[in-house]
Structures are given as structure tokens and as C-alpha cells.
């Protein structure tokens, strides 16, 4: 499946407060712990990253990585070590394939490791995590967005955002959503439906009018979708496109006049998609996760430093993996108990790349800052931020299973 295996045994740096692991009731500055979270032991920590560093998501499993290596330099003050221990990463590649990251996950548990981490599709996310939970291990997925995620199991958390977050960050464009009419404008496929699902469940419980307008995934004139969608009337447009036709479904939009008419939303994606928006790009509103220099904070100048530094570019999930390595070396200070672990991440709050970060007690939701976004630039499009939104502002309902 091909394996990467790198151990790094380099004495500890200290340096003054290069690194801010913060406590999670009174937010005081601190350092991975010396010794070993009290085992004596001086054994590697072993960390199992299983990703997509192949396959249709191979780009978010690298900016992913990416992220991942700068924040263990940063929560480690450079040492890669969480005090006389250092940690030993084994990436594994699942191509985004469910089956492949589940073998995987078995392989690494039964080979000793206590903490699996990087599930960049979904589909991975909700298959590992029963894993986790009958092997009673630590694992925190990554970029995978769906809600199903949060609250699966004791031990299963996460270092991204998920849907419910996106949808109200979308929301906020409009304000209170009680009696308004929103569109979810989709191709008619498992990945429309499910938008729909999740806007239906997000907004329509506060009071929303949701109403799918779903065009047919082999559909290449966007036309008459376009001016349905106009024709509609409604206060928000949330898109939720995917593949190859997504220049000419914004081309049609523009073309029938509906920014006129409405306010239209996406998600935005990775930076290379920026230029298929074309010339209606500065009228999209744009709910995002994360972008480059979205939020001025220290940990993003520290990530933005060491993965330039390495050669690599920040990009949408590069945040993802460098909170992940946060998590992770919070965790493996109390040793090699998952138990432990899963007590020390519930409820920690900490300062991440985007703000303030909280790891909710109750389902193990990630709270966390979101943004909106403009694209500004013409052919080369680049986002500037229109508002931070707060973690209290954006959070999900609590996960109930």
C-alpha cells in the first residue's frame, strides 16, 4: 500500500517558548512535558498517519501532511521528541479507498500503535473510526468533513471542520434563516443529495425553508437550471458542485442573472480551483474553512514558515494536519493509555492556526473559527477575508447517537 517510515531520535531543543501547547482550563503556555508521561519508558511513540497520498484527494492528503510534520516540529520545540521519547511517524497510503485504509488501521493496531490519524475522504473517516473504538485506540481524522464523525465512538476525534460548520458559516451571510427560502443548487448525485440532506438538517431546524434544485450529472447546458434557480426567489443559493463543468455552471449563473437576484454560496476550495469561476468569481460569496493568511494568528505564521521552508505551499488543509500533530503530542504526553488521551483531548482548549480551538467534551466536535471570503483578481483570483467567525457562531448541534 506503499509505507513511508521515518524515526527521529534528536535531542530535545528548548528553546524560549517556540512552541504553545495550552492547558485546557486556564490556557497557560506550555511545552510537551519531559519525561514520559509518567511510564518511564523511553520507547518510540508510534503515530499511524493513514491518508490519500494517492487518489482523487491526493492533493488534500499532501497539503495534509504538510501541515502535519510542521506542526510536530512546532508542539515539540523542534526536538520531534514528547520528552525522552521520540515519535515515530509510519504514513500509509488508502488512496481514499475505505477498504484499503480499514486494513491499514488493523495492521498498524495490531503491530502496537495506540494513535491512527489523516482520514482525508469521509467514506474512510466512518470506517476507521469503529475501528478505533473495537480496538480501543486514539484517532483523530483530518480533512474528512462529515458529520457523522463527530460523536462516533470515546475514542474518535478530529482536526478538521465538519459540514454542519460550513452550512452555518453560509447561513451567517443572511443572518437569521427563520422563514427564508434556501436553495441548494446540486448535480443530482450521492454528493448533491447528501448537501441537500445537510442543509435540510442544519438550516430547516432553524426555521429555513429548504428546497433542493438538483441538475442531472450529465447535464453540459446549464441554462435552464440557471434561470430556475433565478426564477426561484429565494435568499440564498447554496452551491454544491463538483467535477469538470463547474466553469461553465458559473458562467450560466452569471450569464441568467442570478447574483442579481439572490445571495449565491460555496464552500471555497484549494487554490487551484480559484480561476473556474472566471468572471463571476468576485460575485460568489464564499464560506471557508481555511486560506492562506485567513487568520493572522502566531501557530499559522509558524506553520506558514516551516512548510514554505520545506518547499511546500499552504493551501486549505494544510491547517488540518498541523492541528492534528497538536493533538496528538497533547494526547501522548500522558503515555501510551488511550484512556488517558481521550480524557486529556476532552474538552482541551488551545490556540490553533485558525484561533482558538475546542475539542467539545460531550461528542468530541473541533470548535473552531470559520471564515467568509471574497476572490478578488480576475484569472488569478486571490481571496481576501470578509469576516471571522467565531467558534460559538458556527457550532454544530451536539452529536447524539
Request: proline fraction near 4%.
Amino acid at each position: 500500500m506503499g509505507r513511508k517510515r521515518h524515526q527521529v531520535r534528536l535531542p530535545a531543543v528548548l528553546t524560549a517558548a517556540t512552541a504553545l501547547l495550552l492547558a485546557a482550563a486556564c490556557g497557560s503556555p506550555g511545552t510537551a512535558e519531559s519525561g514520559s508521561g509518567g511510564t518511564g519508558s523511553t520507547e518510540p511513540i508510534k503515530v499511524g498517519l493513514v491518508y490519500s497520498k494517492s487518489g482523487p484527494l491526493a492533493s488534500y492528503g499532501k497539503q495534509y501532511m504538510e501541515g502535519f510534520q510542521a506542526g510536530l516540529d512546532y508542539a515539540t520545540n523542534g526536538s520531534k521528541k514528547i520528552g525522552d521519547r521520540a515519535v515515530e511517524v509510519t504514513e500509509v497510503d488508502d488512496a481514499g479507498d475505505p477498504a484499503k485504509a480499514v486494513s491499514a488501521a488493523k495492521d498498524l493496531i495490531g503491530k502496537g500503535y495506540k494513535i491512527l490519524a489523516g482520514s482525508t475522504s469521509s467514506g474512510v473517516a466512518t470506517q476507521v473510526a469503529p475501528i478505533a473504538e473495537q480496538n480501543k485506540v486514539l484517532f483523530i481524522s483530518g480533512p474528512a468533513a462529515t458529520d457523522a464523525v463527530t460523536g462516533a465512538g470515546t475514542y474518535t476525534f478530529r482536526s478538521g471542520r465538519q459540514t454542519s460548520q460550513d452550512i452555518n458559516t453560509a447561513a451567517a451571510f443572511i443572518g437569521d434563516v427563520q422563514g427564508k427560502k434556501v436553495l441548494v443548487f446540486a448535480q443530482d448525485s450521492a454528493f448533491g443529495q447528501a448537501n441537500v440532506a445537510g442543509v435540510q438538517a442544519v438550516l430547516g431546524a432553524k426555521g429555513a425553508k429548504v428546497e433542493p434544485l438538483l441538475v442531472p450529472a450529465s447535464a453540459t447546458d446549464f441554462t435552464p437550471f440557471a434561470t430556475q434557480a433565478k426564477e426561484a426567489k429565494g435568499d440564498l443559493l447554496f452551491v454544491a458542485w463538483a467535477g469538470t463543468t463547474a466553469q461553465a455552471m458559473w458562467t450560466a449563473l452569471g450569464q441568467q442573472g442570478v447574483f442579481e437576484a439572490t445571495t449565491v454560496v460555496t464552500g471555497l476550495d484549494i487554490t487551484a480551483t480559484w480561476p473556474a469561476y472566471g468572471p463571476v468569481a468576485d460575485k460568489v460569496n464564499f464560506l471557508s474553512h481555511y486560506f492562506a493568511g485567513a487568520a493572522g494568528t502566531e501557530q499559522e505564521k509558524a506553520m506558514t514558515e516551516r512548510v514554505t521552508k520545506a518547499g511546500g505551499t499552504v493551501d486549505l488543509f494544510t491547517g488540518d494536519g498541523f492541528t492534528a500533530a497538536q493533538m496528538i503530542v497533547h494526547a501522548a504526553e500522558k503515555g501510551d493509555d488511550p484512556d488517558a488521551m481521550v480524557q486529556s483531548l476532552s474538552g482541551w482548549s488551545f490556540d490553533g492556526v485558525k484561533g482558538k480551538m475546542t475539542v467539545r467534551a460531550e461528542d468530541h466536535a473541533l470548535l473552531q473559527p470559520m471564515f467568509q471570503a471574497k476572490l478578488t483578481g480576475g484569472a488569478t483570483p486571490t481571496a481576501e477575508l470578509v469576516k471571522k467567525l467565531e467558534a460559538d457562531a458556527v457550532a454544530p448541534a451536539v452529536a447524539t447517537k
